[in-house]
């Protein structure tokens, strides 16, 4: 089992930034790929990005360019730097993890964190 716990939501404004904070811990070895995702209320989950045990990383194309996910493998923490953040970056944010990346979105991963919100107005 892995557990995961976000930390590092809250409210900005347009233009803001933010920066989560995900750390793993339990069989971390089934963690190998993490990624965050975000969810509001009534849409489906959208924002997707993750990185993976080689250090790769994949972006939503809503999020390119403005979002940086990065691990530090020492201290099995996962982050997410979100940059000139809009209105519609708002939801709660999700950091999931899985022992392989594949080709699946994040929101399948196996294992999830209970979530940390961001509000962002405009």
């Known amino acids: 089992q892995v557990q995961l716990v976000e930390s590092g939501g809250g409210s900005v404004q347009a233009g803001g930034s933010l920066r989560l904070s995900c750390a793993a811990s339990?069989?971390?070895?089934?963690?190998?790929?993490m990624g965050w995702f975000r969810q509001a209320p009534g849409k489906a989950s959208e924002g997707g990005s993750r990185?993976?045990?080689?250090?790769?990383?994949i972006y939503a194309n809503s999020v390119k360019g403005r979002f940086t996910i990065s691990k530090d493998n020492a201290k099995n923490t996962l982050y997410l730097e979100m940059t000139n953040l809009k209105p519609e970056d708002t939801g709660t944010y999700y950091c999931?993890?899985?022992?392989?990346?594949?080709?699946?979105?994040?929101?399948?991963?196996?294992?999830w964190g209970q979530g940390t919100q961001v509000t962002v107005s405009s």
């Open positions: 990185i993976g045990s080689d250090g790769s990383t």
């Open positions: 339990g069989d971390t070895y089934s963690a190998r790929c």
């Open positions: 999931a993890a899985d022992s392989v990346c594949g080709l699946r979105r994040v929101v399948e991963y196996n294992f």
